[in-house]
T-cell receptor, first 112, second 113 residues
Framework: ELKVEQNPLFLSMQEGKNYTIYCNYS?????LYWYRQDPGKSLESLFV?????AVKQEGRLMASLDTKARLSTLHITAAVHDLSATYFC????????????FGKGMKLTVNP | ETGVTQSPTHLIKTRGQQVTLRCSSQ?????VSWYQQALGQGPQFIFQ???????GRGNFPPRFSGLQFPNYSSELNVNALELDDSALYLC????????????FGAGTRLSVL
């Protein structure tokens, strides 16, 4: 059974700082998704990574995928308060149904 | 806005009752997935419908059932509600294919007392 682990689960950082968060998964997949969730809100799609070595960037966030290591990273550059949210990675396992298997999420707080 | 709408937004039920949640997918999407998100957790897959047929099911008991209609809207039904069913229920629509980006609605917050 596919398991998705995120590290860390909680992060408090200062504005202007950089940080990388990690998403590991346990079985073969080449489709990984990052979502953002604000408190009391639904999930917003951030990135779709569909091949080994894929890198996507949007604003201060950059995501990458290493399918051999079963690892995705989400790098935050010069954090701002508006990035405060919970970030989920999710994986679609190979074979079977097209279900998303989510990690527990990483709650990010960016302090002024 | 994702174009995925869910109703109702909030619901309070008592143990043993039955509930129906509704979802309208984004225009052009033919696949609907349902997820349960407990407080402080990631969403858990309940099931998925593709062109009105169930296309995969997670580890949820049979009292969780669903439907997809010809216009690709969908319902989630839960019978014999239990306290642990209290959660945010999320519907996601997508266009079947390799990319399969799932776009989520705002969710229905279900409280079982």
């Amino acid at each position: 059974e596919l398991k998705v682990e995120q590290n860390p689960l909680f992060l408090s950082m200062q504005e202007g700082k950089n940080y990388t968060i990690y998403c590991n998964y346990s079985t073969t997949s080449d489709r990984l998704y990052w979502y953002r969730q604000d408190p009391g809100k639904s999930l917003e799609s951030l990135f779709v990574l569909l091949s080994n070595g894929a890198v996507k960037q949007e604003g201060r966030l950059m995501a990458s995928l290493d399918t051999k290591a079963r690892l995705s990273t989400l790098h935050i550059t010069a954090a701002v308060h508006d990035l405060s949210a919970t970030y989920f990675c999710a994986v679609i396992p190979q074979g079977g149904s097209e279900k998303l298997v989510f990690g527990k999420g990483m709650k990010l707080t960016v302090n002024p | 806005e994702t174009g995925v709408t869910q109703s109702p937004t909030h619901l309070i039920k008592t143990r043993g009752q039955q509930v129906t949640l509704r979802c309208s997918s984004q225009s052009g999407h033919n696949t609907v997935s349902w997820y349960q998100q407990a407080l402080g957790q990631g969403p858990q897959f309940i099931f998925q419908y593709y062109r009105e047929e169930e296309n995969g099911r997670g580890n949820f008991p049979p009292r969780f059932s669903g439907l997809q209609f010809p216009n690709y809207s969908s319902e989630l039904n839960v019978n014999a509600l239990e306290l642990d069913d209290s959660a945010l229920y999320l519907c996601a629509s997508s266009l079947a294919g390799y990319k399969n980006i799932q776009y989520f609605g705002a969710g229905t917050r279900l409280s079982v007392l």
